[in-house]
């Protein structure tokens, strides 16, 4: 059994156990299911520079603990002083050390888009996403088949939320639907066997139509990086685990904004 498929069925397991402690009434009673999302997809979608989500994330199936000291709300906080298009919220336990929590508490304060970043299987866990605060919601291709990718975007859709497609491979591009999905990951991580190549981006961007708006996913850690990242069709970057490991997080950050800046 590879990671993705452990994950999977740890997630039946969480599904299953939120349906019978919650019912969708108590989804649509929270004070943020009626609310406007904070657009995603304009947020990240600008011209002048490379847009940056920036991820609020604790640990990693591959890198453990990453961050000892952690504060998720601090984190956003700074991330959203300091200029980031959109704050992704990792709120897978089991593998993550993520909490749904965090996300509603990092949405009580939130001034930029939030990207609830977990293993979405299931429509119950979109009503979850929203209740508590997110602005979208990842779905990743390689757990999910193309009806499941068309039902969960539409669950997504009538909840009010965007939805960013994760694809790692030129495989799963037939699974798609590139007039629904606007906005498509890219990850340089295989998540089997958790190598990055930066190259993912430019060997899947061809092909993808002009129109989708593209985010660079793992592997980014420097200007060299975001260089080549600009030379290709993306139009924003997912940085995580580099801002989080960063001995200053601030002054990281803040370096990536200028690098991000396409030349005059």
Same mark, same amino acid.
């Given at each position: ?36 999302? +904070?657009d995603f997809a304009e947020a990240i979608n600008i011209h002048d520079r490379l847009s940056i989500i920036a991820e609020v994330k604790k640990a990693s199936p591959s890198k453990g603990i990453i961050l000892?000291?952690?504060?998720h709300l601090n984190i956003a906080e700074s991330y959203m002083n300091k200029g980031a298009n959109a704050v992704s919220v990792l709120t897978d336990f089991v593998f993550f050390k993520g909490e749904i929590?965090?996300?509603?508490? +990092? ?31 990842? &779905? $990743? ?7 499941? $990718? ?14 960013? &497609?994760? &694809?790692?491979?030129?495989?799963? +591009? ?12 890219? /990850? ?9 190549? &930066?190259?993912?981006?430019?060997? $899947? ?14 592997? $980014? ?42 030349? /005059?």
């Open positions: 059994m590879n990671i993705l498929e452990e994950i999977k069925e740890v997630k039946k397991e969480e599904v299953k156990k939120l349906k019978s402690e919650f019912t969708h009434s108590r989804f649509t009673d929270s004070k943020f299911y009626e609310m406007s999302r +904070i000892e000291n952690f504060n929590n965090y996300l509603n508490e +990092i949405a009580e304060h939130k001034t930029i888009p939030l990207l609830r970043k977990d293993f979405i299987i299931d429509e119950y866990q979109i009503f979850e996403a929203k209740a508590n605060g997110a602005d979208a919601i990842l &779905l $990743i291709s390689e757990m999910l088949s193309a009806n499941q $990718i068309n039902e969960l975007t539409s669950a997504a859709y009538e909840t009010d939320l965007d939805v960013l &497609l994760e &694809l790692h491979s030129v495989e799963q +591009i037939e699974k798609i639907d590139f007039s629904r999905n606007k906005i498509i990951g890219i /990850n340089n991580r295989d998540l089997k066997t958790f190598d990055v190549n &930066l190259n993912t981006v430019n060997k $899947i961007a061809e092909h993808i139509p002009t129109e989708n708006i593209l985010v660079a996913e793992s592997g $980014i850690k420097n200007k060299k990086d975001i260089d080549f990242i600009k030379s290709t069709r993306a139009n924003a970057i997912l940085v995580g685990e580099h801002f989080m490991a960063s001995r200053n997080m601030d002054e990281e950050l803040t370096k990536f904004i200028e690098w991000c800046k396409y030349e /005059n």
